[in-house]
């Protein structure tokens, strides 16, 4: 056999060994991602020491872990486990090395490797005894209390020495504490009432609900308001879980103004409040929210008789429509025809079925290429406005809320009889009043735990003056004019009329998607008719000298919805940059527009 030959084929040999021994971290290029307290994690380990299994934990969770006793070289084999919350990884690979986790006082994890025992007793031994041994082979400072008494048979098998320790003194009704470091004390659990400790907890993130919170106005709305003033505390939900965890004699006092909880309790009570925050306090993620609010136009129009404008008598007898389609509507041509179909293919239709259009009311979720080429689109449209683009970060699981508008104040008026019989009227600000028109959007994100899916509440309203009036000095556009007062003392007093659009959604997106929401509608009736003086009055003959139109004007809001998750600081750093980016490209378009200008455009 050629010696080269087999040189060779122990290469291949050694380096398929090093492949197959290299960790294998399903999910690993997840890794990339901001860590997170809830993050869920992938393995697949065939062998491979501890310390590494932990560092890629370390990294996905950001948790202070400590590997003591040299228990980091300890081999993980055969772990195969999908979709698992980080902690849960961690107890895995530490009981298929032969380790415990422990979380001591300040929330830091601990790993070690402790002696085990083993027991077989078959006749009752003193409680005490079996206490003392096990102290001896862990060589663990133990005290016993007088009034731990009694028996026990015990048969136990390479078990740490700890959870034999708990497990012994929980079966005669006793309870292990550890007071002070490093130093344990078995006692009844009676004693410790006598024993209560008063500590403070420094609260970091959660507080209670402040006296203001978001809201949107709305017969179609029901939910919580915000607590009265000074009655926040009252409101905290976490005191109640953290009270239901006191003794019966234990106390516990809110600190309001320095955010700081007191507890006067046993060291057992202590112990399960310190569990409780560690699960409660942790920091928020925060999202960040994109809106576009943007209005299209459709146009329904009859044109009918005969028009003498300036350049002659003109017929027409037609009637039309100029229709607006988004881009991802349903249609057979293509999705981007529905605006402008001489663009070019842009992309496939996303939602493409075959033959059916939907133009007034759209729902849907675009990709980041989609919205780019959905608003290019909108933004040459020249019936399409970008009304608004507001951006807000608000916290997961909290209410925000933006409204684009304007505050429309006015009067009421108040009839008097006199003592002589007159009638006096008085004008003042109605009860009603101010009245805010325009848009408003309210939010409420919700962070799905260990993952980069958000539960998205989203209600939007848009309110319009929708009154007779076309807008004069007594009433404006919009408002209605009555006539009030009697016996030759008459007024008018102008009042508005609102229309109002509210749609109440929940959805599921991708943190990055774009959510889509449409068929707030508006709808403006127009018709004008034109005569040539007394011609217009001849009968039957008097028609060819009319002409009439009639135009309904349809404006739908659509609005652009993109939440994404901030993890960290260089995320907000990442979205700031990303702003400037599209605002230095905007103001460059602009600029060369002026110098520039297209063919056919003014200024050309």
């Not at 993952?451 to 556009?477: D, Y």
């Not at 127009?526 to 139109?549: A, D, M, N, Q, Y």
């Not at 998750?565 to 599209?582: C, G, K, M, P, W």
Request: charged share 20%.
């Amino acid at each position: 056999m050629d010696p080269g030959w087999i040189f060779v084929k122990n290469k291949t040999l050694l380096i398929a060994a090093l492949l197959c021994g290299l960790p294998s971290f399903c999910g690993l290029a997840q890794g990339a991602q901001a860590p997170s307290a809830d993050a869920r994690v992938n393995l697949n380990v065939v062998e491979q020491p501890l310390n590494e299994v932990v560092q890629f934990l370390r990294d996905r969770s950001s948790a202070n872990i400590v590997i003591l006793d040299g228990s980091g070289e300890l081999p993980v084999r055969n772990l195969d486990i999908q979709d698992v919350h980080w902690r849960d990884a961690l107890e895995y690979a530490c009981r298929l090395s032969g380790c415990v986790v422990a979380e001591d006082r300040s929330g830091v994890l601990v790993i070690t490797n402790p002696p085990r025992v083993d027991f077989d007793f078959e006749e009752d031994r003193s409680i005490a005894d079996i206490i003392h041994t096990i102290g001896k082979v862990a060589g663990a400072n133990i005290i016993v209390s007088p009034e731990v008494t009694g028996t026990l048979r015990v048969r136990l098998k390479d078990v740490p020495w700890r959870d034999a320790l708990e497990e012994i003194a929980k079966t005669r009704g006793y309870t292990v504490v550890e007071e002070r470091p490093g130093i344990l004390r078995v006692v009844d659990p009676l004693s410790l009432e006598k024993q209560k400790v008063t500590r403070s907890y420094q609260l970091r993130y959660i507080r209670p609900r402040g006296p203001r919170a978001a809201k949107i106005n709305s017969e179609f709305i029901e939910g919580n308001s915000a607590p009265p003033s000074g009655a926040v505390a009252e409101h905290f939900t976490a005191l109640d879980a953290l009270r239901k965890a006191l003794s019966e004699h234990g106390e516990l006092d809110y600190i309001e103004t320095s955010n700081v909880i007191i507890v006067r309790d046993t060291s057992q009570v202590h112990e399960t409040i310190q569990e409780i925050l560690r699960r409660l306090d942790v920091e928020p993620t925060q999202v960040f929210v994109d809106v576009k609010f943007v209005s299209t136009a459709n146009i329904d129009l009859l044109d009918l008789g005969v028009d003498y404008g300036d350049g002659g008598p003109q017929i027409s007898i037609s009637g039309g429509q100029i229709p607006i389609q988004l881009p991802f509507s349903i249609t057979d041509d293509g999705w981007q025809s529905g605006i402008l179909p001489d663009l070019g293919a842009l992309g496939a239709d996303p939602g493409a079925v075959g033959g059916v259009s939907i133009p007034d009311t759209v729902f849907g979720a675009l990709s980041f290429t989609q919205v780019a080429a959905t608003l290019k689109l909108l933004q040459r449209d020249t019936r399409t406005e970008v009304i608004q683009a507001p951006k807000i970060i608000t916290l997961d699981g909290h209410e925000a809320t933006i409204f684009v508008g304007e505050t429309v104040r006015y009067a009421e008026a108040k009839s008097e009889q006199g003592q002589a019989g007159g009638l006096s009227l008085s004008v003042q600000e109605a009860d009603g009043s101010p009245v805010e028109v325009g848009f408003q959007l309210l939010v409420r994100p919700n962070v799905i735990p260990g993952t980069r899916k958000l539960m998205m509440e989203v209600i939007p309203k848009e309110t319009t003056l929708s009154g007779s009036s076309p807008g004069t000095a007594l009433a404006p556009a919009g408002f209605d004019v009555f006539t009030i007062g009697a016996n030759g003392q008459q007024g008018s007093i102008a009042l508005p009329r609102t229309r109002s659009s509210t749609l109440i959604t929940n959805m599921l997106l991708e943190s990055g998607q774009t959510a889509v929401i449409g068929g707030l509608t508006n709808e403006i009736d127009t018709k004008v008719e034109t005569r040539v003086p007394f011609l217009s009055s001849i009968p039957l003959l008097g028609e060819l000298f009319k002409h009439r139109s009639a135009t309904r004007d349809r404006r739908s809001l659509i609005i652009f919805v993109t939440p994404q998750l901030v993890n960290s600081a260089e995320d907000t750093e990442f979205l700031l940059q990303q702003e400037l980016q599209r605002r230095r490209t905007r103001l460059k378009d602009e600029v060369e527009a002026l110098l520039n200008p297209a063919p056919g455009t003014a200024g050309s």
